[in-house]
């Protein structure tokens, strides 16, 4: 795409008014989740996350998994997200619905859930979900897609019944200190509305697009 010839859409949608979202904002969130399922958008729950080591930021692709008094994920400890967040708890995370031309921003801290939630979610996985997670050294450079699948292979005959959950691999959970919901609207004129945690309390803020 060249600049001469961007691509635009206007974003011609219901808006946000004062006082329109809920006083929680992951109540809020919820709800436009709920919402994006029922519209039928790709992929609802896809979120980007970004940890950083203390040099240098990264950001990938996960699934929403739970929301609680945070939002919850799972992956391999190991893996390069894993070693950052033990290194640097707080971290960012964005979900967005281009269909309903929303978007939501988290910031806060990580946390590990509870081994036995992990439990239960690992259980209620694929079992090939199951065999893969045993099987992946997720972010460690690999010989070959031979060499992957050879693990797998050998982790599946192990295991013939039940797979039990690897001891690198579980839940985290982001505890927002800050969401933001953002709404897009004609001329560029979008809503921003944000909650930052203040206490026991959130504050509630409109931005500037």
Do not use: C
């Not at 004062?18 to 929680?24: H, M, T």
């Not at 040099?55 to 950052?84: C, M, Q, W």
């Amino acid at each position: 795409m060249s600049e001469s010839t961007p691509a635009r859409r206007e974003y011609d949608t219901p808006g946000i008014e004062d006082g329109q979202l809920d006083v929680d904002p992951l109540v809020q969130f919820e709800m436009w989740l709920d919402e994006a399922i029922v519209a039928n958008v790709s992929e609802p729950n896809a979120m980007n996350l970004a940890t950083a080591d203390g040099s240098k930021p990264s950001v990938r692709t996960v699934l929403l998994r739970g929301i609680d008094h945070g939002i919850v994920f799972y992956t391999n400890y190991a893996s390069r997200k894993g070693v950052e967040i033990a290194a640097n708890a707080h971290a960012a995370a964005n979900i967005v619905w281009l269909d309903l031309h929303r978007q939501v921003r988290f910031e806060g801290k990580v946390e590990k859930i509870d081994a036995a939630r992990s439990d239960e979610y690992f259980a209620s996985r694929p079992r090939g979900a199951q065999v893969a997670a045993r099987a992946s050294r997720q972010s460690d450079v690999i010989e070959s897609r031979a060499v992957l699948e050879q693990r797998f292979a050998a982790e599946e005959a192990k295991f013939p019944d039940v797979v039990p959950r690897p001891d690198h691999w579980g839940g985290y959970r982001l505890v927002p200190n800050m969401i933001e919901f953002w709404q897009g609207r004609r001329n560029r004129l979008h809503d921003r509305i944000s909650y930052r945690r203040e206490a026991e309390l959130w504050r509630v803020d409109r931005l500037s697009p």
